[in-house]
């Protein structure tokens, strides 16, 4: 089985708000995919179709080879989940709360101890504390423990850094990368593009409810500009050649971006004039996303 | 769509945000910000408050509108009269009786009931207005404004106040326009809305106790019926005996102002103190607690789950147990002390030739002893649909709430989970009700010096109710399934229409397609009636119909 998770043209709608028009996503199995959109684009929607508690109005959607509306229970034996907005039962402890949640997902035997131990160690969680009096980040540390203890195939992480503090962040971080190594699929819903960039093997940026790039970031900086900034020895002409935008030169200083297929002749027509020093990097993360998000800047649109 | 997210606009509604506060005066006290929390809350409740006021007035104008329609004669009112004051089950529903004039028929029939209903508005705005706010987190956000530390409660209070003065002043203007006497109109309203400030003020103290808002609701909840069997016991007994009970609780003192015919006025000064003591020790107990806590403590608990806690059951179990202790420890004392007041009830001979007909037309001793107890085992199934609806509707708490869905996303489906709360409900049910049975038959045999016999009777008794008891919880999965955003309105209303039936249908000679709606019509006035199979089982056959459509319906339609 190649796919994790395969969703092809989902829609979705609440009364009249369009959460979903027409969405793809492809997580392979064994990958850490990372789900990228603001507030509203439709993350959750998705997740919430792919656990089966909405039923999705167009489109298909594969989960782990099965209809995750129809077959919801058999295949959440065997993924994890945890919510972007962690509630929980104010009256029960955290460390009931996990155990619950391993033996509801189906092992009659609760949890590896050791690794459930060595998770709340990691997170610095006090198990015997009731729901009620744990602050935002150690309600989702309830929920991350729960999940990252379970031998779930996949697991389905809806903003799960949101409220912990750095130090707890790190430690999620590690986790993910230990997870990667024994082959779990993870798919990581965030706006936290650093998050997305340390750990996502693949990335699928979404806005409106529709996939607007997805691939590795190697991949997407590929279709995108570089941004060069170049001191230069004598004056060099960049007016008017092709791939060039956004030039500005400032005597010998150079800034401009630069097609990726443009790039070796720009460079080429630099060096010639003599390189005192050069800056040529890709995209961050964060400008591949903003020139998503941001309307002024459509003349960017580098996949034309 | 939560309740987080509906304090935003309202926020900006009604200008919180805005630093018009030096001008109330009240800047830098305990009570800065005060005006503006009241209008917030008013705003955000003004649908329901006016809904509240409407109903409580019109039920009680309008009553006194109908008898004049349906007793025109003095004789019809002096022989309803005799059925109210003769019959101990009936003053147990809806207490003494002062006069046979309209006025007073119509205090007997609604002073009880209107103070109830409004002092379960009270509860409810209070605890909302303080508790819920305050474990949602709202008022950390509204407390970082400028909003001094006493603000949430006197707004809280204000807002209860409200309706309870709406409900007053309605009532004084609009009974005599039914033709009653000014005075009697009065005094009626006076003591209905007195008994809605009591009960602001005993929530008051209860939002402090509690860390929870159900922990409150309940406390409050628990006074209300306590002085529920108080004043029903202390009614029942008549002229003598434990008839001192009334003067303990605060619905009876309605009544005991005698509107329409001696009118007490002074006993209105009971009420008033309650409300003043209550406000004042709530003040006092605010102080020593952190906002977020209460003064009964948290315990640690466990960092493992227990066995028990290993599949949905178990959780809904878990999650209901310490509401349904409640219930059961709050049905055990009551009905044990109602069934024991039953012996008095049967020894009680009216002073008048009317009373005393009215006794023998009833059947004499064991039939009205029998009446009584029917009548409270009426009253446990109408309690125990209640306590049925509220179980089942946890699961559309935790739906909104967020907490079903990490449970969904586990090999639980959603049938599954829903019949977990549906079993603890159904179980509940069972429990109250046979504690009813039970107590009510220990009290009552102990004294009677039959306990054997009076407990497997009452048993009987009680369990009869069930079939109606689950019918109403049926109706609350068949919304939850079918239409979730009416589930807690709507069962709630069926519930409301189905008490309102039960205790006002025949009196207000409603039609009988109407009467037969309400499970509890169908079903045996026992101990002492007949006992028919059929209509039980067709309740049965109901509820299990109304259940499977409602599950199916959960299967199809969308989580949260």
């Given at each position: 089985m190649a796919n994790a998770i395969e969703a092809r043209a989902l829609r979705k709608s609440f009364g009249r708000t369009r959460a979903l028009d027409g969405l793809d996503l492809t997580v392979r199995t064994g990958e850490v995919h990372a789900f990228l959109g603001p507030n509203g684009?439709?993350?959750?929607?998705?997740?919430?179709?792919?656990?089966?508690?909405?039923?999705?109005?167009?489109?298909?959607?594969?989960?782990?080879?099965?209809?995750?509306?129809?077959?919801?229970?058999?295949?959440?034996?065997?993924?994890?989940?945890?919510?972007?907005?962690?509630?929980?039962?104010?009256?029960?402890?955290?460390?009931?709360?996990?155990?619950?949640?391993?033996?509801?997902?189906?092992?009659?035997?609760?949890?590896?101890?050791?690794?459930?131990?060595?998770?709340?160690?990691?997170?610095?969680?006090?198990?015997?504390?009731?729901?009620?009096?744990?602050?935002?980040?150690?309600?989702?540390?309830?929920?991350?423990?729960?999940?990252?203890?379970?031998?779930?195939?996949?697991?389905?992480?809806?903003?799960?850094?949101?409220?912990?503090?750095?130090?707890?962040?790190?430690?999620?971080?590690?986790?993910?990368?230990?997870?990667?190594?024994?082959?779990?699929?993870?798919?990581?819903?965030?706006?936290?593009?650093?998050?997305?960039?340390?750990?996502?093997?693949?990335?699928?940026?979404?806005?409106?409810?529709?996939?607007?790039?997805?691939?590795?970031?190697?991949?997407?900086?590929?279709?995108?500009?570089?941004?060069?900034?170049?001191?230069?020895?004598?004056?060099?002409?960049?007016?008017?050649?092709?791939?060039?935008?956004?030039?500005?030169?400032?005597?010998?200083?150079?800034?401009?971006?630069?097609?990726?297929?443009?790039?070796?002749?720009?460079?080429?027509?630099?060096?010639?004039a003599g390189v005192r020093s050069l800056t040529c990097r890709p995209p961050t993360l964060e400008e591949l996303f903003l020139r998503h998000y941001s309307t002024e800047r459509v003349g960017l649109g580098a996949r034309s | 769509m939560t309740r987080a997210g509906q304090a935003g606009p309202d926020l900006a509604d009604t200008g919180l945000a805005d630093t018009g506060l030096a001008s109330t005066g009240l800047a830098n006290t305990g009570l800065a910000g005060t005006g503006e929390l009241t209008r917030l809350a008013l705003r955000r409740d003004r649908i329901a408050l006016v809904a509240t006021v409407y109903v409580i007035v019109a039920l009680v104008a309008g009553t006194a509108w109908t008898f004049r329609k349906l007793y025109p004669t003095a004789a019809g009112r002096a022989a309803l009269a005799a059925t109210g004051e003769g019959n101990p089950a009936l003053r147990f529903l809806y207490g003494r009786l002062y006069g046979d004039s309209l006025g007073s028929l119509t205090t007997w029939r609604y002073g009880v009931w209107a103070g109830i209903f409004t002092a379960l508005a009270a509860i409810f705005v209070v605890v909302r207005h303080t508790r819920t706010d305050e474990e949602a987190g709202r008022l950390e956000l509204v407390g970082s404004a400028v909003v001094g530390r006493d603000a949430a409660l006197v707004a809280g209070l204000l807002t209860a106040a409200a309706p309870v003065l709406a409900i007053t002043?309605?009532?004084?203007?609009?009974?005599?326009?039914?033709?009653?006497?000014?005075?009697?109109?009065?005094?009626?309203?006076?003591?209905?809305?007195?008994?809605?400030?009591?009960?602001?003020?005993?929530?008051?103290?209860?939002?402090?106790?509690?860390?929870?808002?159900?922990?409150?609701?309940?406390?409050?909840?628990?006074?209300?019926?306590?002085?529920?069997?108080?004043?029903?016991?202390?009614?029942?007994?008549?002229?003598?005996?434990?008839?001192?009970?009334?003067?303990?609780?605060?619905?009876?003192?309605?009544?005991?102002?005698?509107?329409f015919a001696a009118e007490r006025w002074w006993v209105l000064a009971l009420p008033l103190a309650t409300f003043a003591l209550g406000v004042v020790l709530a003040f006092q107990l605010a102080a020593r607690r952190d906002l977020g806590a209460g003064l009964l403590p948290d315990r640690p608990g466990g960092p493992a789950a227990s066995r028990l806690l290993s599949n949905p059951v178990g959780l809904a179990w878990r999650l209901q147990r310490g509401m349904l202790a409640g219930w059961v420890a709050g049905y055990a004392v009551t009905f044990a002390a109602s069934g024991a007041a039953a012996k008095g009830v049967g020894q009680l001979v009216g002073t008048s030739t009317a009373l005393q007909r009215e006794f023998a037309r009833l059947g004499g001793q064991a039939a009205i002893v029998n009446?009584?107890?029917?009548?409270?085992?009426?009253?446990?199934?109408?309690?125990?649909?209640?306590?049925?609806?509220?179980?089942?509707?946890?699961?559309?708490?935790?739906?909104?709430?967020?907490?079903?869905?990490?449970?969904?996303?586990?090999?639980?489906?959603?049938?599954?989970?829903?019949?977990?709360?549906?079993?603890?409900?159904?179980?509940?049910?069972?429990?109250?009700?046979?504690?009813?049975?039970?107590?009510?038959?220990?009290?009552?045999?102990?004294?009677?010096?039959?306990?054997?016999?009076?407990?497997?009777?009452?048993?009987?008794?009680?369990?009869?109710?069930?079939?109606?008891?689950?019918?109403?919880?049926?109706?609350?999965?068949?919304?939850f399934g079918l239409l979730p955003e009416a589930a807690v309105p709507g069962a709630w209303t069926a519930v409301g229409l189905v008490v309102a039936i039960a205790l006002f249908g025949e009196l207000l000679q409603v039609s009988h397609w109407v009467l037969d709606i309400s499970p509890f019509t169908q079903t045996p006035r026992l101990p002492g009636g007949t006992v028919t199979a059929e209509p039980l089982l067709w309740l049965c056959l109901a509820a299990v119909g109304f259940s499977v459509i409602g599950l199916l319906g959960l299967r199809r339609r969308d989580i949260g």
């Open positions: 684009a439709g993350k959750t929607t998705t997740i919430r179709i792919l656990l089966g508690l909405l039923n999705k109005d167009g489109g298909e959607a594969v989960l782990l080879g099965g209809d995750p509306w129809r077959d919801a229970t058999t295949l959440h034996a065997r993924l994890a989940y945890v919510p972007g907005d962690v509630t929980l039962w104010p009256s029960l402890t955290g460390g009931e709360i996990i155990d619950l949640l391993a033996r509801l997902r189906g092992r009659r035997d609760g949890i590896d101890a050791k690794r459930r131990q060595a998770l709340i160690e990691r997170f610095d969680l006090d198990p015997s504390k009731k729901a009620r009096a744990y602050s935002k980040g150690n309600r989702q540390k309830v929920a991350l423990v729960a999940a990252l203890a379970s031998d779930a195939e996949l697991l389905l992480l809806d903003e799960p850094t949101a409220g912990l503090d750095p130090l707890m962040e790190a430690s999620f971080r590690e986790c993910v990368n230990a997870e990667r190594h024994d082959g779990r699929t993870i798919l990581l819903s965030s706006h936290i593009l650093s998050e997305a960039e340390a750990l996502a093997d693949r990335v699928t940026i979404i806005r409106d409810g529709q996939a607007v790039e997805t691939g590795t970031l190697a991949e997407m900086r590929h279709l995108t500009r570089n941004f060069v900034d170049a001191d230069l020895a004598a004056p060099v002409s960049l007016e008017g050649v092709p791939g060039v935008h956004d030039l500005d030169v400032q005597d010998s200083r150079v800034r401009c971006q630069v097609d990726h297929a443009a790039l070796g002749d720009v460079l080429a027509l630099l060096t010639s | 002043v309605l009532l004084w203007t609009a009974l005599p326009f039914t033709g009653l006497p000014a005075a009697g109109s009065a005094a009626l309203a006076l003591g209905i809305g007195a008994c809605g400030l009591a009960f602001t003020g005993i929530t008051a103290v209860a939002a402090q106790l509690a860390s929870t808002a159900g922990g409150a609701r309940g406390i409050a909840l628990g006074v209300l019926g306590a002085a529920f069997m108080l004043r029903g016991v202390g009614d029942a007994a008549g002229a003598g005996g434990l008839s001192w009970l009334s003067w303990v609780s605060p619905l009876a003192w309605i009544q005991l102002t005698q509107p009446a009584y107890l029917a009548a409270l085992m009426l009253l446990a199934g109408l309690v125990g649909a209640a306590y049925a609806t509220s179980a089942v509707l946890r699961l559309r708490s935790e739906e909104t709430d967020g907490r079903a869905e990490p449970v969904l996303a586990t090999r639980t489906g959603r049938v599954r989970w829903a019949l977990s709360h549906i079993t603890v409900a159904v179980a509940g049910t069972v429990l109250l009700l046979a504690v009813a049975g039970v107590a009510a038959g220990l009290g009552y045999g102990l004294r009677a010096g039959s306990a054997g016999t009076e407990v497997t009777r009452m048993l009987g008794a009680g369990l009869a109710q069930l079939p109606g008891s689950l019918a109403l919880a049926a109706v609350a999965v068949l919304l």
